[in-house]
């Protein structure tokens, strides 16, 4: 037996072809190995999911011949004991439903690590930080269960290994390929990324799209590996409904293509992995496996898919007694029902996945080969950057330059009288941070993708020049690979996940105090905003939870509201732009800036804050810069506070209520009849309600100073969104009678020229002046009939 400080010469993927042949040669000659690993792993599988009786064997099971070939072959580049190593090579479970494949391979992993500690006392196979980060068996006995494994796949705490939150079909694709794309744009395009699906995946339309993006993009560091069992969670063979071979699936979108129709032997599965991963030129790769869905469980195809025998079921011995004949093992319970007490059970769990490890534990030979196997491959990791490396200065995202406005150069802003829409706003301030940190750090802060809309919704800003100073320009796979702007197609889905998971991609050397990557941005029309929504949502929670810091992502919303007049209600963004809110508090910064001005001023407020992501709502029209000195309404610096007070009351005069205003049009609009209102007397507070979370983070006096809560009780919004996405500002009883709004009478909005809509939709000068004189002249019988209504309570 080894002592423990000597491990045989490390094998594995070294970016040479001839590692095919060579990894192929060293792995056939541990087939056996293999065998009583996946056995093990089978056990784990079984055991776990029969004393949970819940979670998904089916794709689980078959999937097990992939993940042992593929971690142990050399093929991927990775560390068991620290999987947070920035060079290592990354892993993604698209095919989420599957993670107890993911929980019994770290377990047999990790008992390996274990036993050879304990028999040599070698810190090499030591756990880091006490075992805080290693998922063992004994994990296995929460499965499921609040503060223990989860039942998909997240990326935090004991399951680092897992490199996105997965598990919703066709989301986990996406998030993969953007983790390809910002190791490419770092200089670290060797190190891969593999990611594990199955064929029923595969057929949302992110996989098209996704597919589409990867070629486009040149991802030849993107590794599918493909599970093609045909079966999904209903009774029907996926082929029935779908036609095709996985090279049809792939090859005519210009993916490499290798693949085996045994995918449930050694020699033919480890040999696909090693082709996949190994062999590349300029696109990305895919490996397929003919399987069957539940080999070996007792139960196959769809009938396994997320449904355990009932515990201790006689099906679910007769597989353990294979186990147990095979190695000598006897299980306790043996066709014996379920114990009926929970602790019974658990006592039960824990010592049946005792006994399972035991085969390992024993088996000195087998647990110093497989312990010294991962860390002679956990030796191939890089350390140090690659040549050509361009990161390696997180200060950047601390430059204070990006974030303080006053810092902001004269040619920012528009003057007064100017006109311009407030999306060039974005053009501007995305070309200033772009350029700063190209010039200054050698490297992008953003990388951004559009739905063909780039130009369209200003977000080609951050390929752009600023002041003379040249940007990136748009990426091109072969001539421009370090471009910033992403050459993307009407794909908001993938866009969105693209932008996600390359923002969770960290190169610091020090990953759990800094963040060294990429902001992602990404735009459409707000009408298609819930096409972002699905990715938005993992990634927040990945923020949430994930020990290692995750950058930041820019949703922009562009086109907005009523505004985007001549393309109807089609394109309209009145409600869908409210999925942006859907999220905890302190997850969103939603920015609803009214002209050109404010869009940098909230922008740099916003990503100062520590928040994963930032929904811009942006508007087509280009409207007048106002001279607010002129006007007397405060800077256009004030937005940076989320809201402030455009009118204040005239004092000596009765008050009439609060008014909160959002969104472009409104807001000139009612601009425009500001002195109508002193000459007919109406006397109300105008409040610019432009981001509920900016102004949450002001102090207690600046946001009394603008809106008291009583005041919020007797107001009236006017919005270019529905009335119902105003309810932070302003949710009285009685607001709605009062407002206007996109949906004041709860239908859709037709199309036309700017001024026709705007006028359909209530929000024109003449019905703001109306709805305003109504407003302040009923005060009294409206806070009579709030006084009703608080005494009938």
Known sequence: MSDGTQVRPPLARSGSESDVGHLFAAAETDFARYEVVKDLIDECIDLSLNYRQSGHPGGSRSKVHMIVALLLSGAMRWDLLRPWRRFGDRFVLSAGHTVPLVYATLAVLNEAMRARYS???????????????ALTWESLLRLRRHGGLPGHAEMEGRTLFLKFNTGPSGHGMPPAAGEALALKLAGAGEVKVFVFEGEGGLTPGSAHETKNTAWGLGLDNLVFLVDWNDFGIDPRPNSSVVAGTPVDWFAPYGWRVTGTEHGMEWGPVTRTVLEAACVSGQVPNMGWFVTQKGRGYGKVDAASHGTAWPMNAPQFWDVRKRFMDRYGVTYEGVDSPAPADPAAVQAQAAANLGIAMSVLRRDEDLVTWLSDRLLAIASTVPSDPPEGFRLG????FSDRRIFDVSSYP??????????????????????????????????????????????????????????????????????????ALLPTEITEFTNSGLVCGLATVNLSADPFAEF?????????????????????????????????????????AGHSGP????????????????V???FPEGYVIDLHPWEYNEVPVMLGAAFGLDVPIVALHLTRPPVEIPDREALGIPSHLAAARGAYVLREYRPGLPRGGTVFVRGTMPIRNLVSVLPALDERGINVKIVAALSPQLFARQPVAYRESVARPAERLDAMVITNGAFKLMREWADGPLTREYSLSSDWDDRWRTGGSVAEVIEEAHLDEAHILAALERFAASRPERLRRMRELLDSA
């Open 580 to 582: 942006t809110q859907l």
């Open 393 to 396: 200065r997180p200060e950047v």
């Open 516 to 556: 060294d990557g990429f902001w992602g941005a990404c735009s459409t029309y707000g009408s298609f905003s819930y096409l972002k929504y699905g990715p938005m949502r993992l990634f927040s929670q990945l923020a949430q939870d994930s020990e290692l810091k995750v950058g930041k992502v820019l949703w922009i």
């Open 119 to 133: 028999l040599s006392g070698s810190a090499a196979f030591a756990f880091p930080d006490d075992g805080r980060w």
């Open 410 to 483: 004269d040619s920012m802003w528009k003057k007064p009288g100017e006109k311009a829409p407030n999306r060039a706003g974005l053009a501007a301030w995305s070309a200033y941070v772009n350029t700063l940190a190209l010039r200054d750090y050698g490297r992008p802060l953003f990388i951004a993708a559009s739905a063909d809309l780039a130009e369209s919704t200003n977000i080609a800003g951050f390929g752009h020049d600023f002041d003379g100073v040249p940007g990136t320009g748009w990426y091109e796979r072969s001539s421009n690979p370090f471009g």
């Open 563 to 578: 505004e985007t007049a001549e393309d109807s209600r089609t394109h309209f963004g009145i409600f869908s732009i409210g």
